[in-house]
């Protein structure tokens, strides 16, 4: 799979509360980090309990993304491919990773993670490319 015809999503991780701001920051570092414009992004995914929360919504809004609620059943199924284990993730959900496993999910079949999370003060984010779900 060319990367020019990959699936691009990203994966976010966050605090309960945070801005829609902080979180469409974090996407745009996370994407620029890979040299990726943000018209390449075609979602963005989390856990289904986060993906409640207003920014989130919002933010996939501001982005013209589809959001991508992932199961904590999904999650787990990917834990072995995640490149940064969280212990605050681990010990809150069980699982070692929301951003970078909810991206690769998200990604669909034969995803993969084009690197680490990166996190600002309150929100990780990973970038993965996949075919899609």
Do not use: W, Y
Not at 12 to 19: A, D, L, N
Not at 31 to 40: D, F, I, T, V
């Amino acid at each position: 799979m060319a990367r020019e015809e990959a699936v691009i999503v990203a994966g976010v991780g966050c605090r309960r509360g945070t801005s829609a701001d902080e979180i469409e920051r974090v996407v745009r570092l996370a994407l620029g980090m890979h040299e990726l414009p943000a018209e390449r992004l075609q979602a963005i995914a989390t856990e289904s309990g986060k993906a409640t929360e207003p920014a989130f919504p919002e933010v996939a809004r501001r982005l013209s993304v589809q959001l991508v609620a992932c199961t904590t059943s999904d999650l787990g199924r990917v834990a072995d491919q995640v490149l940064t284990p969280s212990r605050f993730v681990l010990e809150a959900k069980g699982l070692p990773s929301i951003a970078e496993a909810s991206a690769i999910v998200a990604a669909g079949r034969n995803a993969r993670l084009l690197g680490r999370r990166i996190a600002s003060e309150r929100a990780t984010c990973a970038i993965a490319a996949g075919e899609g779900r």
